[in-house]
């Protein structure tokens, strides 16, 4: 079946700290791959996406390299800012269907 | 519009009661797709459209839930006698289909119920 686990939180990191979320997912062909952003009272926006095996999708500041070898699709940035705390999904696409499969989220706070 | 729309951005009804939560998808996206995000959880799926196939009804979570989409755009979620349980943000997302698999969804602002 299809599904995604991504690092639980929550993360809490000083500004300018490194930042690493972790995600890994079970899918069967070759899926598409989605990092999505949501800031405090509204909705989901798509932060990131990539589509193929080895495509790294960036946005932001922001970085995740889709590795097939180790189904994983890790989010990453070198530098966070205050204004990156918001909680962040990694989610699938199955390359058959019109189904989404998203991870449970994983909240991050920036502190100055 | 330009992107997903939802109405109402808020909405505090009695239990019992039976709600409307509506839901604009961005023009010319034929998949709709309906999720249930409880405090500090993730995304609960739903139910999805598709065109005028019949949908996908697999994640609602009671026959008190039920969604239509009228005339391939236009959704409307439907929670009849409301329990407290049911408070939520009701989340809202359509997506282009049919052209492989490389499409995101675009997200609405949600609906925030809460039953007293």
């Known amino acids: 079946g299809n599904s995604v686990t991504q690092m639980e939180g929550p993360v809490t990191l000083s500004e300018e700290a490194f930042l690493t979320i972790n995600c890994t997912y079970t899918?069967?062909?070759?899926?598409?791959l989605f990092w999505y952003v949501q800031y405090p009272g509204e909705g989901l926006q798509l932060l990131l996406k990539a589509t193929k095996a080895d495509d790294k999708g960036s946005n932001k500041g922001f970085e995740a390299t889709y590795r097939k070898e180790t189904t994983s699709f890790h989010l990453e940035k070198g530098s966070v800012q205050v204004s990156d705390s918001a909680v962040y999904f990694c989610a699938l696409r199955p390359n058959t269907g019109n189904q989404f499969y998203f991870g449970t989220g994983t909240s991050l706070t920036v502190i100055p | 519009g330009a992107g997903v729309s939802q109405s109402p951005s808020n909405k505090v009804t009695e239990k019992g009661k039976d709600v409307e939560l509506r839901c604009d998808p961005i023009?010319?996206?034929?998949?709709l797709y309906w999720y249930r995000q409880s405090l500090g959880q993730g995304l609960e799926f739903l139910i999805y459209?598709?065109?005028?196939?019949?949908?996908?009804k697999s994640g609602l979570p009671s026959d008190r839930f039920s969604a239509e989409r009228t005339g391939g755009s236009v959704s409307t979620l439907t929670i009849q006698r409301t329990q407290q349980e049911d408070s939520a943000v009701y989340l809202c997302a359509s997506s282009l289909s049919g052209r492989g698999t490389q499409q995101p969804q675009h997200f609405g602002d949600g609906t925030r119920l809460s039953i007293l």
């Open positions: 899918a069967t062909g070759y899926p598409s």
């Open positions: 459209f598709q065109g005028n196939s019949a949908p996908d």
């Open positions: 023009s010319g996206h034929t998949a």
